[in-house]
């Protein structure tokens, strides 16, 4: 995912016209997008496999290893936010795969919660919205990183009410939360395409690896975005079985 063009004469120049910068932020966009889609088609491939064989599925489901993998992705998820400064840009990597592995293997019980044709239908209905919500972060110049306390706020607020709810299970707070995780997961998804692309130009005269850095850690972010968003779209339309 790095371009060989970019050496470190030129970000040591001290100076780079505004077509150049926008070239090279381009460019680590682009690779942003593609590592986040590499990351849905690992999480998808590990999902499927997973779904498709019942012994592994009786193993996962069946027993406490479900808990198990959930607090590994926790862990994964907290490790690399500590290490993003500190590691290398290829164990970022990693971490960033081994947790689609793991994310794809924990979901892959919608396969049997919902038909696949209505998963199918929603992921595609999602790719389509997640574009245009994705798009719009990126082409405004409107610094939308200044709405990012509320929509935390709110993300926050989601979390004690899911949890609540487990003890409560209020069909009526279900569907609230389930709008609610909508329009906060579209909140994210612009505001975090917004944040990548203000950091990619404001680090555009720093080394190669500070933009590697900022692109896999925009990768996780967008990731964490669609999936959330998929699965609250998919709470709302998605056909149980």
Known sequence: MRNDDFGHDDYRSGYLDYEEINRIV????????????????????????????????????GTNL????????????????????????????GMFLLYAVLNGITLSIIGYIYTGESIIYVFLGTVVYYACLAAYGYLTRDNLGRYLPYVMAGLIALIVVSL????????????????????????????????????????AMEDNTMLDRIQIAGALNLYLDFINLFLYLLRLFGKKR
């Open 26 to 61: 381009a460019q680590k966009m682009t690779g942003c997008i593609l590592w986040m889609v590499v990351g849905l088609l690992v999480s998808g491939i590990s999902g499927f496999l997973v779904m498709t064989n019942v012994e592994i599925m009786s193993l996962i489901f």
């Open 66 to 93: 479900y808990y198990v993998l959930f607090f590994v992705e926790l862990g994964l998820v907290f490790m690399f936010s500590m290490m993003l400064m500190k590691a290398s840009v290829g164990a970022l990597r």
């Open 164 to 203: 609540l709810n487990i003890f409560m299970k209020n069909d009526y707070f279900y569907w609230i939360m389930s709008y609610a995780g909508v329009i906060i997961f579209s909140a994210f998804t612009a505001i975090d395409m917004n944040i990548i692309r203000h950091r990619l130009t404001d680090y």
